[in-house]
Nanobody
Framework: QVQLVESGGGLVQTGESLRLSCAAS??????????IRWYRQTPGKEREFVAV????????HIEDSVKGRFTISKDNAKKTVYLQMNSLKPEDTAIYYC???????????????????WGQGTQVTVSS
């Protein structure tokens, strides 16, 4: 079982930046090539995929709605994945969740196979 802990959320103004962190731990984490993903969710809506990074190879995919503003990266030594969010907009307001699971790439698309473990989420609020 992989444990995930998100941090870095907060209240910012439009145009500002935040960096979210997802720290992974657990005995199985080092034994399996997980994809670490970020999702976000607002009340009354389904959880929305934001970005993914493959732990071993570092391949990334960013959802079109945030491409050019958000980037995903990792620090192997710290077992931490980061979501750098720039030029934030009010519509980015959501609870952001980290997820470790499996998936695959096909061309420029990314597909989720299983959702595995979730973190507790971190709130991001962007004021106008």
């Amino acid at each position: 079982q992989v444990q995930l802990v998100e941090s870095g959320g907060g209240l910012v103004q439009t145009g500002e930046s935040l960096r979210l962190s997802c720290a992974a731990s657990g005995r199985s984490f080092s034994d399996y090539d997980y994809d670490i993903r970020w999702y976000r969710q607002t009340p009354g809506k389904e959880r929305e995929f934001v970005a993914v990074i493959t732990w071993s190879g570092g391949r990334t995919h960013i959802e079109d709605s945030v491409k050019g503003r958000f980037t995903i990266s990792k620090d192997n030594a710290k077992k931490t994945v980061y979501l750098q969010m720039n030029s934030l907009k009010p519509e980015d307001t959501a609870i952001y969740y980290c997820n470790a699971g499996t998936g695959y790439y096909s061309g420029n698309m990314y597909f989720t196979l299983d959702y595995g473990s979730w973190g507790q989420g971190t709130q991001v609020t962007v004021s106008s």
